[in-house]
């Protein structure tokens, strides 16, 4: 990128952007967006503007992510949370349950814990809800509680009923959910991050960590660990589950919550989480949720009708699409896709370990295990299938199982001995 990488180390620095995780030319457009709406004749006439515009500073972040998200995304982790939160009442009687929402876009994800909990019958004084996002765009639009169409997609959506009524913008949230939750501007990498808050029970930071290198993302986690409780949980995205497995903390137990907690038997082995050229090719939402979508090119559409004959001429396009497909939350066409690779170009571990976790996350328990283990079968250590598959196993009590999957995953994480050619 010669010059422009000031621009990639400011972003790194400032939110932990891995610029391999988006790609440089993500950055050099949002550089170049801000540069013309600047009126700057340069790049070192920006630089220069930056450095001293604090305004200018959080415009370019504005420039690189946008929100993305939707009411009651991943059902199964609300469902787990009224669950635990039920027994966590039981067990400390009278004690409020504090609940965090790190990074909480436009409002989304802290209002889906609120209206869960509440439809769950928890009373209004038995739990708060904390939002903090890097973006005060974003919280200024989760303040005003008014959500167009694209933030309620999937089925069934009677919470909708239950908890807004229409407005000349869209749906106006409730006032009583809109109680539960506290909004703020803050950013995870700043030491100073709710100073002065005691620990949270619950805290939910999904996919985020995919997004920073190693020591950002070890130093995130560290943050994570501060902000919950010792016996607190910690939700996060389906790709970050084997991250957490290797940092001590372990699934909660119960399928599709991608919920953890601290594993006190588990010696922390920290490894990164998959490079990003691997990352794009994961069937999950790519960015953190519910917040942040960066801003990248698009590119066009294969249609899933003719996904088989796209295979055969651009079998890397139809990688990238089934991951598309997968983000945008459309689970029948990613598997179509998928179908249509396996037909076009035969078994592949990559595409089996896509279909198990499009499995996992729609409760087809079985059904993934079986997509995992053929992707074992091909290549015994594919790491992601080894973590999914383990955490699987932990839920349904096979600790033994897990174990040797997991003791696998170290394996092939220690340095190789090359060997010598005979």
């Given at each position: 990128?010669?010059?422009?990488?000031?621009?990639?180390?400011?972003l790194?620095?400032?939110?932990?952007?891995?610029?391999?995780?988006?790609?440089?030319?993500?950055i050099?457009?949002?550089?170049?967006?801000?540069?013309?709406?600047?009126?700057?004749?340069?790049?070192?006439?920006?630089?220069?503007?930056?450095?001293g515009?604090?305004?200018?500073?959080?415009?370019?972040?504005?420039?690189?992510?946008?929100?993305?998200?939707?009411?009651?995304?991943y059902?199964?982790?609300?469902?787990?949370?009224?669950?635990?939160a039920?027994?966590?009442?039981?067990?400390?009687?009278?004690?409020?349950?504090?609940?965090?929402?790190?990074?909480?876009?436009?409002?989304e994800?802290?209002?889906?814990?609120?209206?869960?909990?509440?439809?769950?019958?928890?009373?209004?004084?038995?739990?708060?809800?904390?939002?903090?996002?890097?973006?005060?765009l974003?919280?200024a639009?989760?303040?005003?509680?008014?959500?167009?169409r694209?933030?309620?997609?999937?089925?069934?959506?009677?919470?909708?009923?239950?908890?807004?009524?229409?407005?000349?913008?869209g749906?106006?949230?409730?006032?009583?959910?809109?109680?539960?939750?506290?909004?703020?501007?803050?950013?995870?990498?700043?030491?100073?991050?709710?100073?002065?808050?005691?620990?949270?029970?619950?805290?939910?930071?999904?996919?985020?960590?995919?997004?920073?290198?190693?020591?950002?993302?070890?130093?995130?986690?560290e943050?994570?660990?501060?902000?919950?409780?010792?016996?607190?949980?910690?939700?996060?995205?389906?790709?970050?589950?084997?991250?957490?497995?290797?940092?001590?903390m372990?699934?909660?137990?119960?399928?599709?919550?991608?919920?953890?907690?601290?594993?006190?038997?588990?010696?922390?082995?920290p490894?990164?989480?998959?490079?990003?050229?691997?990352?794009?090719?994961?069937?999950?939402?790519?960015?953190?949720?519910?917040?942040?979508?960066?801003?990248?090119?698009?590119?066009?559409?294969?249609?899933?009708?003719n996904?088989?004959?796209?295979?055969?001429?651009?079998?890397?396009?139809?990688?990238?699409?089934?991951?598309?497909?997968?983000?945008?939350g459309?689970?029948?066409?990613?598997q179509?896709?998928?179908?249509?690779?396996?037909?076009?170009?035969?078994p592949?571990?990559q595409?089996?370990?896509?279909?198990?976790?499009?499995?996992?996350?729609?409760?087809?328990?079985?059904?993934?295990?079986?997509?995992?283990?053929?992707?074992?079968?091909?290549?015994?250590?594919?790491?992601?299938?080894?973590?999914?598959?383990?955490?699987?196993?932990?839920?349904?009590?096979?600790?033994?199982?897990?174990?040797?999957?997991?003791?696998?995953?170290?394996?092939?994480?220690?340095?190789?001995?090359?060997?010598?050619?005979?």
């Open positions: 990128m010669g010059e422009e990488q000031r621009f990639v180390r400011f790194r620095e400032r939110i932990g952007l891995d610029v391999a995780s988006v790609g440089p030319a993500l050099e457009r949002a550089v170049a967006q801000r540069s013309q709406a600047a009126h700057v004749r340069d790049l070192d006439a920006y630089w220069k503007l930056l450095q515009s604090a305004a200018e500073q959080q415009a370019l972040i504005e420039a690189v992510i946008v929100p993305e998200t939707w009411f009651m995304r059902p199964e982790s609300f469902a787990a949370l009224c669950k635990v039920k027994a966590r009442l039981a067990e400390r009687p009278g004690v409020a349950l504090r609940i965090l929402s790190l990074p909480c876009s436009t409002g994800e802290p209002y889906s814990i609120a209206m869960a909990l509440l439809d769950a019958g928890l009373a209004p004084q038995q739990f708060s809800v904390d939002g903090v996002d890097i973006s005060p974003s919280v639009r989760a303040t005003r509680g008014i959500y167009g694209n933030s309620f997609r999937g089925a069934p959506l009677t919470f909708r009923d239950r908890h807004f009524v229409p407005a000349d913008e749906y106006l949230l409730d006032a009583q959910v809109r109680a539960q939750v506290r909004l703020q501007v803050g950013n995870i990498l700043d030491p100073l991050l709710l100073g002065g808050e005691l620990p949270y029970d619950f805290v939910f930071c999904r996919n985020l960590l995919i997004y920073f290198d190693l020591p950002t993302q070890q130093q995130v986690f943050v994570l660990k501060k902000f919950t409780r010792e016996d607190g949980a910690l939700f996060i995205g389906p790709a970050e589950g084997s991250l957490l497995a290797r940092l001590g372990r699934p909660i137990g119960i399928a599709q919550s991608f919920a953890f907690v601290r594993d006190r038997h588990v010696a922390p082995t490894t990164p989480l998959p490079p990003a050229t691997a990352r794009l090719q994961m069937p999950i939402k790519l960015l953190p949720e519910p917040g942040r979508l960066p801003v990248r090119t698009r590119t066009r559409a294969l249609p899933v009708a996904a088989a004959e796209a295979v055969a001429s651009d079998g890397a396009g139809l990688l990238a699409q089934i991951a598309r497909l997968a983000n945008e459309k689970s029948a066409e990613a179509a896709a998928c179908d249509a690779f396996l037909r076009s170009h035969g592949d571990p595409v089996f370990y896509w279909l198990g976790l499009l499995s996992d996350v729609g409760g087809q328990v079985l059904q993934a295990q079986g997509y995992y283990r053929k992707a074992l079968y091909l290549d015994p250590q594919h790491a992601e299938a080894l973590a999914h598959l383990a955490m699987l196993l932990t839920a349904q009590g096979d600790i033994a199982g897990a174990r040797r999957l997991q003791e696998r995953a170290a394996r092939n994480d220690r340095p190789h001995v090359q060997e010598h050619k005979r």
